[in-house]
């Protein structure tokens, strides 16, 4: 279909305006949106022989560039257009994009602070900043942007939150709790906003608070699978397990594929010798993430303790075997061995 599309794109042109250079544009952008990057090369091939300066065919080969991983290329063009484009805002976050791929973040910051003196409600361009400040760590350089960004924009909320955000990462979360509040307050739907002010108050171990946060953010034709397992995190903290147990299942009804929630399923019920569940769930959470060493060495132990000696000897070796060396590790392998009256093997683990 993209094919018979971008022939009919072509045929139409080269009939009523064959000297233009347009439909040749038009059919590489066509093109490069379905990743057909060798035909829209000659596509642009074709318009540059016509019209060499055109704003939209720089803007095409930078896009093609960018594709290609050719970033500062792609950077080169962006800058041609920029001078003789009608809305300098719109290639100047391209340009800042680029830069932010190349991992070129204080050059991005400071070309996405530019495109929002154009236009403060750039919503991708400050969520990009705040992308870069929080790559270059420089919490306190986004406080103060943030800050007086608001005092132009009041009733922003994406920068309230960023500036919440910020605060945050600084561990700062009663300034952080503050900022979030002013967030939701401009916008209650804000689903990300009622999501974060959930954690600050987690970190701030206000946890009926930050159950309450989360219960008000979950919306009834949403996936709400991670939400449940922070509400069942908080009665983790507060000591009630039975309506943690049944957060978390919660969660794994919702969205399956949460491996923290099985995990959390397998230690409850290992507290509550409910062993079959137990093993159920580290076996789910293996296998979602069968790379991660803290969930196989606890798959070992709970597999050792409930008497699956062999299995758990190969957990302890594949973990081994991924590089995973911490001596608690090598000892509570050794203790298994020397269970199973593999002395000399357990000795050499030693050593």
């Known amino acids: 279909t993209?094919?018979?599309?971008?022939?009919?794109?072509?045929?139409?042109?080269?009939?009523?305006?064959p000297f233009s250079s347009s439909f040749p544009i038009k059919r590489a952008q066509?093109?490069?949106?379905?990743?057909?990057?060798?035909?829209?090369?000659?596509?642009?091939?074709?318009?540059?022989?016509?019209?060499?300066?055109?704003?939209?065919?720089?803007l095409a080969r930078a896009a093609l560039f960018s594709k290609k991983g050719?970033?500062?290329?792609?950077?080169?063009?962006?800058?041609?257009a920029y001078s003789q484009h009608e809305y300098p805002e719109e290639v100047l976050i391209l340009m800042a994009n680029e830069h932010q791929m190349l991992?070129?973040?204080?050059?991005?910051?400071?070309?996405?602070?530019?495109?929002?003196?154009?236009?403060?409600?750039?919503?991708?361009?400050?969520?990009?900043?705040?992308?870069?400040f929080e790559a270059l760590g420089q919490e306190e350089e986004a406080i103060r942007y943030f800050k007086k960004f608001i005092d132009q924009e009041p009733y922003s909320e994406q920068a309230w939150f960023h500036l919440s955000a910020a605060f945050a990462r600084k561990k700062d979360n009663g300034q952080a709790l503050w900022a979030i509040d002013y967030s939701l307050l401009i916008d209650p739907e804000f689903a990300a906003a009622r999501f974060e002010k959930a954690r600050i108050l987690e970190h701030l171990e206000r946890f009926k608070?930050?159950?309450e946060t989360y219960k008000e953010g979950i919306r009834e034709d949403e996936p709400a699978g991670y939400s449940y397992f922070r509400i069942g995190h908080c009665f983790r903290k507060m000591g009630d397990a039975e309506k943690a147990r049944i957060f978390f299942t919660k969660a794994v009804t919702d969205d399956p594929e949460l491996e923290e929630a099985h995990l959390e399923l397998a230690l409850i019920?290992?507290?509550?010798?409910?062993?079959?569940?137990?093993l159920h769930?580290?076996?789910?959470?293996?296998?979602?993430?069968?790379?991660?060493?803290?969930?196989?060495?606890?798959?070992?132990e709970l597999m050792r303790r409930h008497g699956f000696l062999e299995e758990s000897c190969e957990k302890y070796q594949a973990l081994l075997e991924m590089g995973h060396t911490?001596?608690?590790?090598?000892?509570?392998?050794?203790?298994l061995l020397f269970d199973l009256d593999e002395i000399d093997q357990g000795m050499d683990l030693l050593y």
């Not at 769930?281 to 070992?300: G, K, S, W």
Request: glycine share 2%; with cysteine; proline share 4%.
């Open 2 to 17: 993209s094919d018979w599309a971008a022939n009919l794109l072509d045929r139409m042109g080269e009939e009523v305006f």
């Open 30 to 58: 066509f093109l490069l949106a379905y990743d057909q990057n060798e035909e829209a090369l000659r596509a642009l091939d074709r318009a540059e022989r016509m019209d060499p300066e055109n704003t939209e065919l720089l």
């Open 70 to 80: 050719a970033h500062k290329k792609a950077i080169r063009m962006y800058r041609k």
């Open 103 to 132: 991992g070129a973040h204080k050059e991005a910051v400071k070309l996405y602070e530019d495109v929002l003196k154009m236009n403060p409600e750039d919503e991708i361009a400050l969520f990009n900043l705040a992308h870069c």
């Open 209 to 211: 608070d930050a159950v």
């Open 269 to 278: 019920s290992d507290e509550e010798d409910r062993w079959h569940e137990s």
């Open 281 to 300: 769930h580290i076996r789910q959470a293996v296998e979602l993430d069968p790379e991660n060493p803290d969930y196989l060495l606890i798959q070992a």
């Open 326 to 335: 911490a001596p608690d590790i090598y000892m509570e392998y050794t203790e």
